[in-house]
């Protein structure tokens, strides 16, 4: 029992010794398999998806596939079952006529995986090919006084089956003069020799009829024969002898057609008939004749056809010489064939991809190349390698497999397609080469946002514009491609004077096209601020925002409106109040002055005064009152202002404008402007001329968010005469943003000037009352005495003929002014002799005084 559980225990080693080898051979992508020559087409060879442990459905999902090497595909993969089955009907001896062990070799290629596989077949024999000789007929001639035991080499039979299915034995029958014997070769075969066992009478016999038989050791044995016919000739007592035994001689592949590679020659020491010698190839393989050609007469071998190292690298022929007497020698004849680097790598690419995504990690295999050099040696000696400037490498693999991985990440929008060239060059000298190239297309991924064409955007908007007008186009690229690059645009949540920004502006998806939604104003809304999103339609998408400033750029749509006198309550009636002056009136004596403002900006807003039309009785004086500079400038606006600026304001953004007159005319009342404490002196600017508080640059970070400005205001007398206005400056991008600032100065402002303010006020509506009293008790005495003529003049109708007259450097801030006076008609005359009136000449800023009766 103990014998028998050892017997058991050795069983199971080699079990599992026969396991661990299958699975080291699994492991390292190699199956062998056995398979009989000659069977039809589909039959079974092995079951690959079992041995690789793939599911049926994998086959069809992965792209397994059987790549073979050969010029011929024996095998085939069955795609419903895995099994692996012959393609082709195979013959061993036609595949392997040198080679002991048949083996043939092709690769399982996943491609979804980018592995392979390799197998073996071993094509293993069977009995198909008898023994067979070259010459199924020979005639030997022999001397009647050959010795007894004389040895005739026979020819060979050949059998291209290998083992016991070759070539096992011969025979001989027919005669009793001759007997067989087999002798052993260099190389183990067996040599047939035909042994003169009975003395030959030619007068007895002159032929004798033999038959050579070969056998196999197949089951059945199969045979071949050769007949052999032997004539007995008078005596010949000298045989032909080869001047070497062995000829050896190595030739290379590319040796000419046609060449002489070796002559063979035999001497025979006897004259005439049996002097003669002439060759023959005794033994010599199939191929071996195709290739060489044996001259009979003068022993010359030469080339038939090319020789080929890849075919075979090594040939041997059995050279006889033979006599008129039938006395024979033989020779052998060693030709080794030498490699010549004629052959280039072939390269074959087993699997590729055609497209990536350029966000595959480095190491990603994109094909699996196969490359082998039909040479030998250094000529056989493969390296690969690739064109310099792709991001790609080599990476060698089991046997002769290369993996062309990535070598780091891509970019798709650096380059959109690779076309990879690889190079295989063998060891020769020159060194032949062979290339093939891989087409790799990269997919994009959404990695880059839209970028504007322009950092910020502006336009300028006239006011009363039609809704739905353009304003301007955003434009963004995207560098991805495809869907990822595809841009839409939206606005930015914001509000314009409490309202929606949507329901100002809107922005077209696809085009980025700005459009007003409605008629702006410029006295309500000079500017208008928003964001404008790019979002491009990657997933997740990625967005960009870019600035958009719209100016509304004033027009004159808004008329002067007068302010003083105040209009008369009924329409037509003129003014409401009446000026006085008196007759002893030097000249420059101040009347009245009319105020008025406009609503617009820029030149817009200038305002020009002249006299429409007075109107008399029967004269007119007019008088020119010259101007003294005895009014300095009075500060309209800002009296205590505060002005909130964006802090995405560029250069030339409209701050403020400081408003200011001049009770006087002519260059005394010229107004100038000049910025003289500023916080940041550079950040603003104010025009000499127009008073418009601007920004110099655009506004940082880094500017102080409460800005105090200190503007004068001087005209052109002699001397000039000042006033200054304060202007407190808010930088924020959004009002309740700058509420905070602008509570801080409402909580700190100054209480005296409010205390002076009141007084003023106090005192003028004082001064209103006494006027108003006097005015009464006037025309309470007036209604008793009859109106007097100067009431009756202010009654007429008035017109000026002169018009008005501005003098030639005039500009903004110059406020000339006219007026018209009536005097009593009962001293018209006098005065008009005292004072004719002046040619018509241009007013230079005085005020006409014009009397009437």
């Not at 002067?560 to 000026?579: F, K, N, S, T």
């Not at 100067?790 to 006219?818: H, I, K, M, N, W």
């Not at 002046?838 to 007013?843: D, H, I, K, Y």
Request: net charge negative; glycine share 8%; with cysteine.
């Amino acid at each position: 029992m103990c014998a028998a559980g050892r017997r058991w225990g050795r069983r199971e080693r080699a079990l599992l010794w026969c396991v661990l080898v299958a699975a080291w051979e699994a492991a390292w992508g190699q199956l062998r398999y056995s398979v009989p020559e000659e069977m039809p087409k589909g039959s079974f060879v092995g079951d690959v998806a079992k041995d690789l442990g793939l599911e049926l459905p994998a086959l069809r999902d992965r792209g397994v596939r059987i790549l073979d090497r050969g010029r011929t595909q024996y095998f085939a993969l069955h795609g419903k079952t895995g099994h692996l089955v012959t393609a082709e009907r195979i013959d061993r001896e036609q595949l392997c006529r040198l080679v002991e062990k048949c083996v043939l070799r092709c690769e399982v290629i996943v491609e979804g995986e980018m592995k392979f596989f390799e197998i073996e077949v071993e094509i293993t024999d069977i009995n198909d090919n008898a023994p067979s000789f070259r010459e199924s007929q020979k005639e030997l001639r022999m001397s009647e006084t050959t010795a007894l035991g004389s040895r005739f080499p026979l020819a060979e039979a050949h059998d291209p089956d290998s083992g016991r299915n070759s070539l096992q034995s011969y025979e001989l029958s027919g005669d009793e003069h001759f007997s067989l014997a087999v002798q052993a070769g260099p190389g183990g075969d067996q040599r047939p020799e035909l042994v003169l066992a009975k003395a030959l009478d030619r007068e007895e016999a002159a032929f004798h009829e033999l038959v050579l038989r070969a056998s196999d050791g197949g089951e059945p044995a199969r045979t071949g024969t050769a007949r052999i016919r032997v004539a007995v000739l008078d005596a010949n007592d000298n045989a032909p002898v080869f001047s070497q035994a062995e000829y050896t001689l190595r030739v290379p592949e590319d040796v000419p057609v046609g060449s002489t590679l070796v002559t063979v020659t035999a001497t025979d020491a006897d004259e005439g008939i049996y002097g003669h010698v002439k060759y023959s190839l005794k033994k010599a393989t199939d191929l071996a004749s195709e290739i060489f050609q044996l001259d009979a007469e003068t022993g010359a071998i030469t080339l038939l056809r090319s020789l080929d190292f890849e075919e075979g690298d090594s040939h041997e022929l059995e050279v006889q010489a033979e006599d008129g007497g039938g006395l024979s020698d033989t020779a052998k004849v060693a030709i080794t064939v030498t490699d010549v680097n004629d052959n280039a790598p072939e390269l074959t690419v087993s699997s590729s991809l055609s497209a990536i995504s350029e966000d595959a990690p480095p190491g990603t295999v994109v094909a699996l190349l196969h490359v082998q050099d039909r040479d030998s040696g250094a000529n056989g000696e493969v390296r690969c390698s690739l064109d310099g400037g792709v991001p790609f490498r080599l990476r060698s693999s089991q046997g002769s497999y290369y993996s062309v991985v990535t070598a780091r990440e891509l970019d798709r929008e650096e380059v959109a397609e690779y076309n990879v060239t690889v190079r295989a060059a063998d060891g020769g000298s020159p060194a032949l080469w062979s290339s093939a190239v891989l087409a790799l297309r990269v997919l994009d991924v959404n990695d880059n946002a839209p970028v504007f064409a322009e950092a910020r955007y502006s336009a300028r908007l006239p006011e009363n514009n039609a809704a739905g007008a353009l304003v301007l186009t955003v434009r963004a690229a995207d560098a991805d491609w495809g869907q990822n690059a595809r841009v839409r645009y939206r606005l930015l949540e914001g509000r314009v004077r409490g309202a929606p920004l949507s329901s100002y502006v809107s922005v077209q998806a696809e085009t980025g096209a700005l459009y007003a939604l409605r008629s702006f104003d410029y006295e309500e809304v000079r500017e208008v601020g928003l964001w404008v999103r790019a979002e491009d339609g990657g997933a997740p998408a990625l967005s960009s925002n870019v600035s958009v400033r719209l100016v509304i750029v004033d027009e004159n749509d808004n008329a002067p409106q007068v302010l003083y006198p105040p209009p008369a309550p009924a329409p037509g009636a003129g003014w409401a109040g009446v000026e006085l002056a008196p007759r002893s009136a030097e000249p420059g004596a101040l009347v009245a002055k009319v105020v008025a403002v406009d609503a617009d900006a820029g030149q817009n807003a200038w305002l020009s005064y002249e006299l429409a039309k007075a109107t008399d009785s029967t004269a007119t004086v007019r008088v020119f009152v010259l101007d003294r500079n005895d009014n300095a400038p009075r500060v309209l606006w800002p009296a205590a202002g505060a002005g909130v600026v964006p802090r995405s304001a560029e250069a030339g953004y409209l701050v403020a404008k400081v408003v200011a007159v001049d009770a006087d005319a002519g260059r005394n009342a010229w107004l100038s402007y000049e910025l003289v404490q500023a916080p940041e002196p550079a950040l603003f600017r104010v025009g000499l001329h127009s008073g418009e508080v601007r920004t110099a640059r655009a506004v940082s970070e880094r500017d102080a968010a409460k800005q105090r400005l200190v503007a004068v205001v001087k005209d052109h007398g002699q001397p000039a005469l000042s006033a200054t206005a304060t202007l407190h400056v808010v930088l924020a991008e959004s009002l309740q943003e700058a509420l905070p600032e602008l509570s801080e100065r409402a909580a700190g402002a100054d209480s005296p000037a409010e205390l002076q303010f009141y007084l003023v006020l106090a005192l003028a509506l004082l001064s209103a009352l006494f006027l108003l009293s006097v005015a009464l008790a006037v025309l309470a005495r007036v209604r008793r005495a009859g109106p007097p003529a100067v009431l009756r003049c202010l009654g007429a109708q008035r017109f000026s003929v002169a018009g008005a007259a501005f003098p030639a450097d005039f500009c903004e801030g110059t406020l000339p002014y006219s007026y018209n006076l009536c005097v009593a008609p009962g001293r018209a005359v006098a005065e008009g002799a005292w004072l004719p009136p002046p040619p018509p000449t241009p007013n230079r800023g005085g005020m006409c005084i014009a009397a009437c009766c």
